[in-house]
């Protein structure tokens, strides 16, 4: 990842000790460019802008580059355009540089694997695959119309589910063949007028009957008893769609709802934190 730092805050960090916070970039793999503005004109492909300035944000974002903009003691005015403001410059670590380069990009992130898939953020360049795959369901809301109103509901559910939450539908990917084969993930719902998460899958029909919902599911159950603190999961599922209640069975889902729209329950096992056994010893 190629990082540009704006001249004002390379100034105020050169004289730092050598693991101040871009040494440590550094070390993490990222290529890190100094000087005045006009580099970045001369730059071509992607890059991140870090800067302390007012001017050079303004300028980075009419050429196309998103920012991360680190606020001042004397700052005052309210941030407009940066798509991070940063209290402290020793806050900005690889792993949240990445996140803003990514989310800008549209970079997807794996999320989990398993022996034959991987689950991984959609994109809208999937865009013509789910609609292959969403043709002909009973059970889902079909996708709008227009495939261009669809890119533009995934680009804003990219920068904005997964940004937020950390969590959100994802593409199913087979390993084998590289294909895109479904969806699956966590949704935010609502019961009792409280909110709860939402297991949702789908997976193709030229896929099915090869245990890759099973799999695919099993994958979101881990990921959401590692990454939230929610005690408990639900799915919901239309009475009439059998293999689905079948399935929602055999992940352990208790059903507590006998509607049209049934709902499940299953509570999240999670593993004792190393810390809290640390403090026990």
């Known amino acids: 990842m190629d990082i540009w730092i ?21 070390e993490n793999g990222c290529r890190i460019f100094f000087g005045n503005l006009f580099q970045t004109e001369k730059k071509k492909g992607k890059m991140l802008c870090i800067t302390d300035s007012k001017i050079e944000l303004e300028s980075v974002k009419k050429r196309g580059f998103p920012c991360i903009y680190v606020e001042t003691e004397k700052e005052g005015d309210f941030i407009y355009g940066a798509e991070l403001v940063a209290e402290e410059a020793e806050d900005l ?12 990009y549209q970079i997807p992130s794996v999320v989990s694997e398993t022996p034959r898939l991987i689950l991984r953020e959609t994109v809208p360049k999937d865009t013509e695959e789910l609609y292959r795959i969403y043709e002909g369901e009973m059970y889902l809301d079909p996708l709008p119309e227009d495939p261009e109103e669809e890119k ?41 007028q409280k909110g709860i998460l939402e297991l949702g899958y789908l997976i193709g029909k030229q896929w099915r009957r090869k245990g890759y919902a099973y799999e695919a599911a099993k994958a979101v159950i881990r990921y959401a008893q590692e990454n939230t603190t929610e005690e408990k999961l639900y ?22 709802s006998e509607e049209l729209i049934c709902l499940f329950c299953k509570k999240l096992e999670r593993k004792r934190n190393f810390r809290d056994d640390k403090k026990q010893l």
């Open 93 to 104: 670590t690889k792993e949240l540089c990445q996140s803003v380069y990514r989310r800008f």
């Open 6 to 26: 704006g001249k004002d805050l390379e100034k105020r960090y050169q004289n730092k000790r050598s693991d101040n916070w871009m040494e440590q970039l550094k």
């Open 235 to 256: 799915m919901r599922i239309h009475r009439e769609n059998i293999p689905s209640l079948k399935l929602a069975q055999k992940l352990g889902f208790e059903k507590i």
């Open 152 to 192: 533009r509901i995934l680009a804003s559910y990219f920068r904005n589910m997964y940004g937020i939450y950390g969590y959100g539908i994802w593409s199913v990917i087979e390993k084998e063949s590289g294909k895109l084969i479904g969806r699956a993930g966590i949704e935010n719902g609502e019961k009792d």
